[in-house]
């Protein structure tokens, strides 16, 4: 079982950078790809970004590529997603999420979820 929780969120002006944490419990951690989704009021939770278990491959959607980055340090059990050039089309609660699939870009195949974290991006 693995219990994860989200940091980091807020309120920033576009063009602004933030940077969610998210702090994993279970000692096979490094076994997981891990994921951040996020969601906007009547809309579908939506893919963001995902990293393999060794960090040697991830995965960007289109909308953030270039400007979001994903990293995780498994010594420590922490995903980061570094966010920058923010726009408030990125406002949305987000989630991370893990799986034991190699690819993590669908979110049918995650089963372990924290519970989100706000971020609002100004115009």
């Known amino acids: 079982q693995v219990q994860l929780v989200e940091s980091g969120g807020g309120l920033v002006q576009a063009g602004g950078s933030l940077r969610l944490s998210c702090a994993a419990s279970?000692?096979?951690?490094?076994?997981?790809?891990m994921g951040w989704f996020r969601q906007t009021p009547g809309k579908e939770r939506e893919f963001v970004t995902a990293?393999?278990?060794?960090?040697?491959?991830?995965y960007y959607a289109d909308s953030v590529k270039g400007r979001f980055t994903i990293s995780r340090d498994n010594a420590n059990n922490l995903v980061y997603l570094q966010m920058n050039s923010l726009k408030p089309e990125d406002t949305a609660v987000y989630y991370c999420?893990?799986?034991?699939?190699?690819?993590?870009?669908?979110?049918?195949?995650?089963?372990?979820w924290g519970q989100g974290t706000q971020v609002t991006v100004s115009s």
């Open positions: 999420a893990a799986t034991l699939s190699t690819s993590g870009t669908l979110i049918g195949e995650y089963y372990y």
């Open positions: 279970g000692r096979t951690f490094s076994s997981y790809t």
């Open positions: 990293i393999s278990w060794s960090g040697g491959n991830t």
